[in-house]
């Protein structure tokens, strides 16, 4: 019997995370499951996670009913049940996040979306819900907006774990590592410890290739000399951003500023390869998981990604395989049309509103089981 690809993952420094959270996961022994035959090491939420879950779902109803009948709003109901199940599931992890000092373990909530561009909002939503849900293995996620930046700075420096989402492109992400940094910096000046402040760096993956292989697309059909470069090019700009981003954070945390951190226990803010489920179905369903494995990373799956992998993946390092190759793609983007840095706000923009909708329609789906 073949060994479990999923588990050759954590001896190549890569940690495979879950990126689904649902009560009856935790209550079956479904995730203790996946914890001791998969070597899962952390789960990630977003409010359209929870939105699934409770609305399609009937075990929620019972709960929900009973605390409207005790006079609790639609946003209390929704924060008890998202942080309950959070905090079981931080629970199930605590024994690895023991074993491992901290390295792994981790299960992420995230602050209310319509507070993307609010930095003084999400700074104190972010520190009520850190001591809402009492768990030192716990996330609180936060966007990486402009306003985002601000906020991650000030929650490091107070040792609040966060996780940066919704990372589109290389100039945002060297903005994400350098507001970690200062947050390190600012609390070390303060003379706080920083062995426990932990964060990743969420780059949304898939995304990038779904909105510009249309535009390659077009590229392609008006034909003449770019067509076959743009054919070229095509489903291969999401994991070049990646592997570009993995050289930035292999230059930033190698450095002499890092260096004078690490020296006072401060960790590396991974990167967390998130979106990874392939959309396109011409692609090969486990296409940003083979690409993006490498060392000090983290790959958060889908249920049928997880699957997959399992079935038929083939684990080799190879995130750094092909860097020139991706930074010539990367820079031959404008020849094709293409404004990457255009093309990471508008996925900034579209995955802010794909949070704060099914965040409102869930809201909106208590208030009728209520």
Request: hydrophobic share 40%; glycine share 8%.
């Amino acid at each position: 019997m073949k060994e479990n690809p999923l588990l050759k993952l954590h001896a190549l420094g890569q940690s495979i995370w879950l990126d689904y959270i649902r009560r009856d996961l935790i209550s079956s022994g479904e995730l203790r499951r996946l914890i001791t035959a998969d070597g899962l090491r952390g789960i990630t939420s977003n409010p359209a996670i929870f939105e699934h879950s409770i609305t399609g779902s009937d075990e929620y109803n019972e709960d929900i009913r009973a605390m409207a009948h005790h006079g609790k709003s639609v946003m209390e109901i929704y924060e008890a049940l998202s942080q309950g199940d959070v905090q079981r599931a931080a629970d199930e992890f605590r024994p690895l996040y023991d074993s491992t000092d901290a390295a792994d373990g981790y299960v992420s909530l995230e602050v209310n979306p319509h507070l993307a561009h609010d930095a003084h909002g999400t700074i104190e939503e972010a520190r009520r819900l850190w001591v809402a849900l009492k768990r030192p293995n716990v996330f609180i996620k936060v966007p990486a907006t402009s306003a985002g930046l601000t906020a991650i700075r000030q929650l490091i420096s107070e040792g609040i774990n966060i996780n940066v989402t919704l990372l589109f492109g290389l100039p945002r992400y060297r903005q994400v590592v350098e507001a970690y940094l200062a947050g390190l910096e600012a609390r070390a000046a303060q003379g706080k410890p920083l062995q426990h402040v932990a964060s990743v760096a969420s780059f949304f993956v898939s995304r990038i290739d779904q909105l510009v292989d249309p535009l390659l697309e077009v590229c392609i059909a008006q034909g003449g000399e770019l067509a076959e470069s743009a054919r070229n090019t095509r489903g291969q700009v999401a994991i070049a951003s990646a592997k570009g981003a993995y050289q930035i954070f292999k230059e930033i945390f190698g450095s002499q500023r890092f260096k004078s951190l690490s020296n006072k226990n401060a960790r590396v803010q991974r990167p967390l390869w998130a979106s990874t489920g392939t959309k396109n179905p011409n692609y090969d369903d486990i296409k940003y998981v083979e690409a993006l494995i490498g060392t000090d990373t983290v790959n958060t799956l889908p249920v049928e990604t997880l699957a997959a992998y399992r079935d038929h993946g083939d684990p080799k390092a190879r995130i750094e395989v092909g860097v020139a190759q991706a930074g010539l793609l990367l820079a031959g983007l404008p020849q094709l049309g293409i404004n990457i840095d255009k093309v990471a706000q508008q996925l900034e923009d579209e995955g802010i509103e794909k949070f704060t909708q099914p965040f409102d329609k869930l809201l909106a789906a208590m208030l009728k089981t209520a």
